[in-house]
């Protein structure tokens, strides 16, 4: 197949002007870097060769192909020096009006069939198109940071972009090793969309005292498989950059309480606690290596009490034989008995609530979070309510930790920590979905590799099950009487019916 664009301009030689300028030259294209700073192209030209003399040592590329890399990339001293290009990418300051100012002069300089692209991860398209002459050949061409790692984009179509004209830039994105995925212009398109729910969620329950942020870390990174807890990746992204990602996405979308912004997150960016890169976020670093808070350890307990299991309990048979081979006293009577350890598995609902509607004594009654089955998760965790009695709430733990599986205790919280979480995620994605931001599939593709989740999102909803996500999500409405836990059309629908989250026709 032939390169889908043979002479690439790259406008603004940043962090993301050199990736893509990279990864064109690589896939065989002739490229020019353009930037207003003086030296900026040179500098980015050398970093490039660089990075490919590194891939030589290292062997990944023979000294000819590096040297047939060099030759194609080309420092342009002016705009007019990108008259002949066929692609033209911008990568400048996320400014819509200086963004404008460079497309209409753009406009001047290359051929009217030239496709124009711009890489804002924040603003419409649609917005920086308006005013353009010829406005079908532009688009928006999101990649992530560091580019040539992160080998996923996002083509993205203004109101009036040319389908032809994304079709060759997906055919290009492959040319250069990435994965193309397909987004309508809506704030933060996918990737950045669909991750709104797992930081904001934690946050939230940060803010509600449930636990924190370390203990929040490891029951993701434990229950669901998350590389990095929400807070890990805060510090690694920084909040200078999160929280302005979060406090957009919100206000595009007229402040819509699903991608409600945090206290917090202002707060620690307010007092420069933003992240790793100064050496504090929510975790210190000492030599840029990150300080984890100890785990409570698991309590020396003398006598554990008998335990009656709630016949409501999520997931209960095998909560039951859980509790046999950890060698707990099983009662099996209608209700428990004066001594008995009360448990309870709710979805979407606190132990608090659980226990006074079912009349369970709450001083001995404790609940654990059966959303993820228990083979396959690495920690188990478990809740008070206010009237919990430290001993039960110590044999619960000491119980529950016995066979050497980390166990965190929270407090009492509609929907624990992984099933806020989780549900959080799915009923965005499922929204996504509903507004037709993009396909099921290149949704799953695009969070899978932008955001490096251990499965899409609609996977989880899947594996969980959307009934289950979606009774948590119920439940949690009428605990928190918060419309940002209200289920999308799109979940509800397929959750009652019981189709997979990834079935696309309706
Ligand atoms: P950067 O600050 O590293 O580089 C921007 C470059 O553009 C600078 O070298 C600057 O001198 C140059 N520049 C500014 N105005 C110019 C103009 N009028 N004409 C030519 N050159 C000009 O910025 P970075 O991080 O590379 O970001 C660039 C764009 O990519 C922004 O729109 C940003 O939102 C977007 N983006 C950034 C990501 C990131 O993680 N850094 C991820 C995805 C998108």
Same mark, same amino acid.
């Given at each position: 197949m032939t390169l889908a664009f043979s002479q690439v301009a790259i406008i603004g030689a940043g962090a993301m002007g050199r990736g893509i300028a990279q990864i064109a030259a690589q896939a065989g294209s002739q490229v020019w870097l353009f930037d207003t700073q003086s030296g900026a192209s040179a500098k980015a030209c050398e970093a490039i060769g660089q990075t490919w003399d590194k891939l030589q040592e290292k062997g990944k590329l023979s000294p000819e192909t590096v040297a047939s890399h060099k030759t194609r990339l080309h420092k342009a001293?002016?705009? *007019? %020096?990108? &008259? !002949? &290009?066929d692609l033209v990418v911008e990568a400048i300051v996320e400014k819509i009006d200086i963004k404008k100012a460079v497309f209409a002069d753009l406009e001047k300089v290359v051929a009217q069939d030239a496709v124009l692209v711009t890489n804002t991860s924040s603003l419409s398209v649609t917005a920086i198109a308006a005013?353009? *002459?010829? @406005? *079908?050949r532009f688009a928006g061409y999101h990649f992530f940071n560091p580019v040539p790692l992160m080998k996923v984009v996002e083509v993205i179509a203004g109101l009036k972009t040319d389908a032809a004209a994304c079709q060759r830039l997906s055919d290009y994105a492959r040319q250069m090793g990435h994965t193309p995925v397909q987004a309508q212009d809506t704030p933060g398109f996918i990737v950045n969309h669909a991750g709104r729910g797992y930081g904001t969620e934690a946050l939230r329950i940060v803010g509600e005292g449930i636990a924190d942020f370390a203990t929040i870390d490891r029951i993701l990174r434990d229950q669901? !498989? $998350?590389?990095?807890?929400p807070f890990e990746l805060f510090d690694l992204t920084a909040l200078d950059v999160s929280h302005h990602v979060i406090e957009s996405i919100y206000r595009q979308y007229y %402040?819509? @309480?699903?991608?409600r912004p945090n206290v917090i997150t202002a707060q620690r960016l307010a007092g420069g606690v933003v992240g790793k890169k100064v050496g504090e976020g929510f975790y210190k670093y000492v030599d840029g290596v990150q300080q984890v808070p100890a785990e409570p350890p698991v309590p020396v307990v003398e006598h554990i009490p008998p335990v009656w299991v709630s016949p409501r309990a999520a997931r209960r048979s095998e909560l039951l034989q859980l509790l046999k081979d950890l060698g707990a006293k099983i009662e099996t009577g209608q209700s428990p008995s004066p001594e008995a350890l009360t448990i309870v598995a709710p979805l979407g609902f606190d132990v608090t609530t659980v226990a006074v509607v079912d009349r369970h004594d709450p001083a001995r009654t404790v609940g654990i979070d059966m959303l993820v089955p228990d083979s396959a998760t690495k920690r188990r965790v478990i809740a008070t309510n206010p009237a919990t009695r430290a001993d039960m709430r110590d044999a619960a733990h000491a119980l529950f930790a016995r066979d050497g599986k980390p166990v965190s205790v929270i407090r009492d +919280?509609?929907? $624990?920590v992984t099933q806020r979480v989780v549900a959080t995620i799915v009923n965005i994605a499922s929204d996504m979905c509903q507004q037709r931001v993009c396909t099921p599939q290149d949704l799953e593709t695009a969070v899978t590799l932008g955001l490096a989740y251990p499965m899409g999102p609609l996977a989880m909803g899947n594996r969980f099950g959307p009934d289950s996500i979606l009774e948590v999500l119920f439940n949690m409405q009428t605990v928190y !009487? %918060? @419309?940002?836990?209200? @289920? +999308?059309p799109w979940l509800r629908r397929r959750g009652a019916i019981g189709l997979s989250l990834m079935h696309e026709e309706e």
């Open positions: 001293a002016s705009l *007019q %020096d990108l &008259c !002949g &290009c005013g353009m *002459q010829h @406005p *079908q669901v !498989g $998350f590389k990095l807890g %402040d819509e @309480p699903r991608y +919280s509609g929907g $624990f !009487g %918060d @419309p940002r836990y209200r @289920p +999308s």
